[in-house]
């Protein structure tokens, strides 16, 4: 029988270089600083330069400011660059950023539904594509998708968003089931209702919140903090064996009707 390995080691990463993007704020800042917690180097990326420095400040290791447009289809191959002359690659990636354009789905204009696709689906891809090659070869890497509860059931008013993350998830799969054999595994993360700026106005809806109440089993809205442990299995030697999967964190959300 082999000696387990400690639980320390399971989630360390000391040394590992991450990218998460949507680091400016919210879900994914407070993912950059558990990466960073566990001994990463993170590369920041969103478009508001001075909220990337500011959560960089925040941090205990080396980090990076890269601001950059994930709606733009130049922007993964200018990171990409970057990252492989800064750092020379790349060994965890948190697709994380993303948008909302909420509407009834009749007046839901075309320009909404390509911007959403932009930045939730064609930037997540975009940026997977530029920075998996330098994993592939290397022999390592975890990929983070950020989807959504919504990847998984319907939402009124939420046409555009929910095909987002729901495509997020066949993504993950299918990159999952090419790029297993190499080492890297790729899974999405799927939060339930998070307190931050995407939704802010709406958990503040009476109506909305007893609604939703009635449903999160748990009895609360998530906080950023609710996402710490899953994220750090999912971009550790920890996830070694899971791959293609969604792991929901939504305080039973999806689990009951
Ligand atoms: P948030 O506070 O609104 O943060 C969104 C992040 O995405 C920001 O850092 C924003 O940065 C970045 N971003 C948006 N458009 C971008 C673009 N064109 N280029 C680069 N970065 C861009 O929302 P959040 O709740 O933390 O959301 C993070 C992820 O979690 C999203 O994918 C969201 O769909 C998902 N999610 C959230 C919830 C929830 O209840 N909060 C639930 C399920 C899933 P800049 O504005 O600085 O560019």
Redesign the pocket.
Known sequence: MTTATSPARLFDLTGRRAVV?????????RAAQVLDAAGAKVAL????KN??QDVAATLGNESLVLP????LPDTAERLAAELDERWGGTDILVN?????RPGPATALPTKDWDDVM???LR?MFTLTRCLAPGMLDRGWGRIVM?????GLVGEAQAAA?VSS?SAVLGLTRSLAVEWAPKGVTVNSL??????????SDLLADPRFHRRAMRRIAVGRW?E?PDLDGALLLLASPASAYLTGQAIVVDGGLVAGW
């Open positions: 993007t949507g680091a400016s704020r919210g879900i994914g800042a990326v969103a478009r508001d909220r990337l950059a447009d994930l709606s994380n950023a993303g948008l909302s932009a930045v939730n930037g950020v989807s959504s509860a919504l968003y993350k799927c939060p339930g209702w998070v307190d931050t700026d995407m939704v998530g950023p």
